[in-house]
């Protein structure tokens, strides 16, 4: 064969092996590109369910503090909260979603939500049995929607996991035959041409190091000091590495970001759960759990426990007078001081309406009516606005206390005894605290008197 007729065959080579690596650059780069608008619909569509759930746990609100103040107006509030949470729910189209299920299990919860309201709304009594029953009920599905927009969330967090494993997989495969095609050449070329020692052999064996470097992760570049095909393969080499090395840094660094986004969305969400959204205490909710748990331990290790149920007094009287907003911040502001003069250790939750609830480990009778005491006469000297309106002439509060052992029939005993001793108070004259025993009046005053 002539040596002309040979350098033909080699140029013929070579330029097939420049289109095939041309389009391995391209494939590569349609693949990246792709795996990156499945990772950003993966996480609008993860952002989509999150505000949904967001709003599902909204919903529980107007029909809590409805059972707590009877006001009628949190009707209205809940269907306007409805209808946004169904506009919400409406799935929009530039997100593609895989898994229609939970869309239709959040459907059916938000029904749920509004069927158990509507039973609600129609009480005529607050304070019913069965109010806290359909409250607990509503509880329990927003409960149910944050455990399965966690598992979602999780789900979603593997397969974006699985996405990244895949793109590796892929950049590997492109690398192997990158390199079994420049193999080819070199081969072809020292059989062909063997005596263009120096033209062909130094510039091959150069792209043969980089094309090696690229398949154990060095994005490397290689540079050939001649005018010719080689030196044009190496230029789309280094392209090739410029390009693959950008999408494989890019989807990394959006792995990253989408990885914290997600976990940064579930603390807002678990904090969202457990937080009542008036006052920033724990909720209704939280309380029943970490009540239970901290009932348990005091049996379990025979250690006093305290519950109190602080009622503010005349609270309708002050919320006819100066409006709701006014009311509200009254609430807030209770609960601020009822946070401050409370223990790191002890658990502060709004019960409902203007009730608070305290979970005190570790303190006895007297230690509790100290402790009571201490929160009354601080919420009776603070200065509300406009609290000369008011029966007492001041904003103040009733509060019950039962503690553990002492009465140690249940925690629904426990529970039941604090509130009958809070509204021993409130019959009694208001602006007091009542433990719960017979001697309750005169331990009291054995409080007072002491400081």
């Known amino acids: 064969m002539r040596i002309r007729t040979k350098i033909y065959i080699g140029y ?16 590569t780069r349609h693949m990246f590109l792709k795996d990156s608008i499945e990772t950003r619909q993966m996480a609008h569509e993860i952002e989509h369910i999150n505000s949904i759930a967001m709003s599902v746990l909204q919903l529980l609100m107007p029909a809590n503090d409805f059972l707590s103040t009877g006001n009628i107006s949190e009707k209205e509030k809940f269907i306007k909260l409805k209808n946004n949470t169904m506009e919400i729910l409406d799935i929009p189209d530039q997100v593609i979603t895989q898994n229609q ?32 029953r359909l409250m607990y009920e509503m509880d329990s599905i927003g409960n149910k929607t944050v455990t399965l927009i966690r598992e979602y969330n999780k789900k979603q967090h593997e397969q974006l996991n699985v996405l990244y494993e895949t793109s590796r997989h892929n950049v590997v495969i492109v690398n192997i035959a990158t ?12 059989i062909m041409i063997y005596y263009f020692n120096e033209n062909l052999r130094k510039p091959i064996e150069k792209l043969n190091r980089g094309f090696q ?6 994005w490397n570049h290689v540079s050939l000091n001649q005018n010719d095909e ?10 090739m590495v410029e390009r693959m090395s950008s999408s494989y840094e890019g989807l990394e660094n959006e792995v990253r970001t989408r990885t914290a986004e997600l976990t940064e969305l579930n603390k807002r969400l678990e904090a969202l759960a457990i937080t009542d959204g008036l006052t920033g205490v724990y909720n209704h909710r939280y309380f029943y759990e970490r009540y239970h748990q901290e009932y348990n331990r005091a049996l379990r290790y025979n250690r ?15 919320n006819d007078t100066n409006g709701h907003m ?101 019959r009694t004259g208001r602006n007091k605290s009542i433990l719960s025993k017979m001697e309750n009046e005169k331990r009291v005053n054995k409080v007072k008197k002491k400081k």
């Open 179 to 190: 390199i079994i095609s420049m193999i080819f050449l070199i081969i072809l070329g020292f």
């Open 12 to 27: 013929i080579i070579v330029f097939s092996i420049i289109l095939i690596n041309v389009s391995i650059n391209t494939y």
């Open 230 to 239: 080689l030196s044009d393969l190496a230029k789309e080499f280094n392209t």
């Open 213 to 218: 470097g690229v398949s154990h992760g060095r």
């Open 304 to 318: 006093h426990m305290s519950l109190f149920m602080i009622d503010i007094d005349h609270f309708k009287h002050y």
């Open 326 to 426: 006014a009311g509200d911040k009254v609430i807030n502001r209770v609960a601020k001081i009822l946070v401050k003069e409370s223990r790191k250790s002890d658990i502060v939750a709004r019960y409902g309406g203007e009730e608070f609830v305290i979970i005190s480990p570790e303190l006895d009778e007297e230690q509790a009516l100290a402790f009571a005491e201490r929160l009354r006469e601080k919420i009776e000297k603070f200065k509300f606005n406009n609290e000369g309106a008011q029966p007492n002439g001041s904003i103040t509060v009733s509060i019950g206390i039962a503690v553990f052992p002492d009465i140690n029939k249940g925690p629904e005993d426990l529970l039941k005894r604090t509130d009958e001793a809070m509204y021993q108070a409130k």
């Open 101 to 132: 299920e939970i869309y239709k299990t959040l459907n059916e919860n938000i029904q749920k939500i509004d069927n158990l309201s509507n039973e609600i709304f129609n009480i005529e009594q607050t304070g019913s049995p069965k109010g806290a």
